[in-house]
């Protein structure tokens, strides 16, 4: 079975505040995906990945970076966090190559900013 | 503009019954399908998927179908079931898309009644 491990279920930060949120997964898989949800929006794809340190944005890229220095490793970084940060954040990682394989999800971090 | 709608937030069936969720798209060159039921406090996980070169995909008690001229597809689950409480989002990937890229539905929050 795939996993897509993200590092933290819960994370209170402060605006203004450099946030780091991790994943990984353990099928070494190329492609790799940052969402947010929130309610009646659905999924938002932030940025995704489709190799090592290559990196495109998707629709919601603002105030948001990431970094994918190894395969497994996918990173979220908030700059300086704003209250319209709050949100729940979701990973997600797929072989390439395959091109009707389905996306698998971490169970998600709930990030509230104060 | 939302590519990929789903018109009703929420649904409540009892159980035994059939539910049907309804997705509309707007994007012709959308080829390829999915399914996604999210429980709270987990990520979403890959429920069915269709390509545009089928109208329906069964999987035991879920089968989705694909009406293209319509640019609509339903997810019917059959007998629905207490456990079947979730929401279910609806995903599309374009041909061009060798990413494995998705855009997401809102979700239609089901609730299935004992």
């Known amino acids: 079975d795939v996993k897509v491990t993200q590092s933290s279920r819960y994370l209170v930060k402060r605006t203004g505040e450099k946030v780091f949120l991790e994943c990984v997964q353990d099928m070494d898989h190329e492609n790799m995906f940052w969402y947010r949800q929130d309610p009646g929006l659905g999924l938002r794809l932030i940025y995704f990945s489709y190799d090592v340190k290559m990196k495109e944005k998707g629709d919601i890229p603002e105030g948001y970076s990431v970094s994918r220095e190894k395969k497994e490793r996918f990173s979220l970084i908030l700059e300086s966090a704003s209250t319209n940060q709050t949100s729940m954040y979701l990973c997600a990682s797929r072989p390439a190559g395959e091109r009707n394989q389905p996306q698998h999800f971490g169970d998600g971090t709930r990030l509230s900013i104060l | 503009d939302q590519q990929v709608k789903q018109n009703s937030p929420s649904l409540s069936v009892q159980e035994g019954r059939i539910s049907i969720l309804n997705c509309d798209y707007t994007?012709?060159?959308?080829?390829?399908f999915l399914w996604y039921k999210k429980y709270p406090a987990e990520g979403p996980t890959f429920l069915i998927s269709?390509?545009?070169?089928?109208d329906k995909n069964e999987d035991g008690r879920f089968t989705v179908f694909l009406n293209k001229s319509a640019k609509h597809l339903s997810l019917h689950i059959v007998p629905s079931q207490p456990g079947d409480s979730a929401v279910y989002f609806c995903?599309?990937?374009?041909?061009?898309?060798?990413?494995?890229?998705?855009?997401f539905g809102q979700g239609t929050t089901l609730q299935v009644k004992p």
């Open positions: 995903a599309a990937n374009a041909h061009s898309s060798n990413t494995g890229k998705l855009i």
């Open positions: 269709i390509s545009s070169i089928k």
């Open positions: 994007n012709s060159m959308f080829d390829y």
